[in-house]
């Protein structure tokens, strides 16, 4: 089994920055790519961003030129640049880990992001 833990959520203002992190453990062997899903209330789960084991990044088109990831191989860690945030940006952002994109085995717990003057 593999669980996540993230952290680094909180409450910011428009134009501010965050930065989440999200650190693996158990099985880690397993992983080959990381990410960032989030839920704001009444809409849909949608994902952020993505990164693989060889480096390769995919952004949803609301957060591109904002959001940055970067992840750990070693450490199986992932890490979310969040600057230029948004109150659309408000959400429970989750971490997701599986064996290739687009293919998440495993989820955390959620850390809540609020934007709001």
């Known amino acids: 089994q593999v669980q996540l833990v993230e952290s680094g959520g909180g409450l910011v203002q428009p134009g501010g920055s965050l930065r989440l992190s999200c650190a693996a453990s158990?099985?880690?062997?397993?992983?080959?790519?990381m990410g960032w899903y989030r839920q704001a209330p009444g809409k849909q789960r949608e994902l952020v961003a993505a990164?693989?084991?060889?480096?390769?990044?995919n952004y949803a088109d609301s957060v591109k030129g904002r959001f940055t990831i970067s992840g750990d191989n070693t450490k199986k860690a992932v890490y979310l640049q969040m600057n230029s945030l948004k109150p659309e940006d408000t959400a429970v952002y989750y971490c997701?880990?599986?064996?290739?994109?687009?293919?998440?085995?495993?989820r955390g717990q959620g850390t809540q992001v609020t934007v709001s003057s």
């Open positions: 997701n880990a599986g064996d290739r994109f687009g293919n998440y085995q495993y």
């Open positions: 158990g099985s880690i062997f397993r992983i080959n790519a």
């Open positions: 990164v693989a084991e060889s480096g390769s990044t």
